[in-house]
């Protein structure tokens, strides 16, 4: 079984979303199989296009929530697909907190990265613009010597 979790940058402009998607969906097809198993926190951009590239690909879907307030806290035209996915996975970890807040994001991030074999990562190589960012969730894959593989295909940007 090969456990992937995902991270990556959130509200990234829609020709870099593309850009992203074709990428994921390479690294996705190198693990594809009844072994893979994507770990993802459902937000909106990357992780819930990773997990729908997981499931698509005939892999199992883990999903981690950070907080009883995740969904809520989420953009309202990704609530359906936040609940179709959740409905999807094949096991759920809820976090024992009530707020969605950096720290609850990144205690989420470090559960998927207790579980995972590789981190994925959706990221433009900056330091994180706020606690519990991509490139925090990277560097905690790296201490704990985590193999990261790094998808930012030439040509994308971020706001």
């Known amino acids: 079984m090969t456990r992937v979790a995902i991270t990556g940058h959130r509200g990234l402009p829609p020709q870099t979303l593309a850009l992203v998607l074709h990428a994921m969906h390479a690294e996705v097809s190198k693990r594809a199989g ?16 990773f997990a729908q590239l997981v499931l698509g690909h005939g892999g199992r879907l883990i999903a981690i929530v950070p907080a009883r307030a995740y969904r809520a806290s989420l953009p309202a035209d990704h609530h359906q697909t936040y609940d179709d996915l959740l409905a999807a996975a094949s096991e759920v970890i809820e976090l ?5 807040d950096s720290r609850a ?13 590789e981190l994925l990562a959706v990221w433009d190589g900056r330091p994180a613009r706020g606690y519990g960012g991509t490139a925090d969730v990277v560097a905690a894959a790296r201490q704990r010597a985590l193999p990261v593989t790094v998808v930012w295909p030439p040509g994308a940007e971020r706001p």
Not at 105 to 117: C, E, G, N, V
Request: include cysteine; charge should be negative; glycine fraction near 6%.
């Open 34 to 49: 009844a072994d893979l198993v994507g770990v993802s926190c459902l937000a909106d951009g990357p992780d819930s296009l």
């Open 96 to 100: 024992d907190r009530d707020d969605s």
């Open 105 to 117: 994001h990144q205690a989420a991030s470090l559960r998927m990265l207790d579980i995972a074999d």
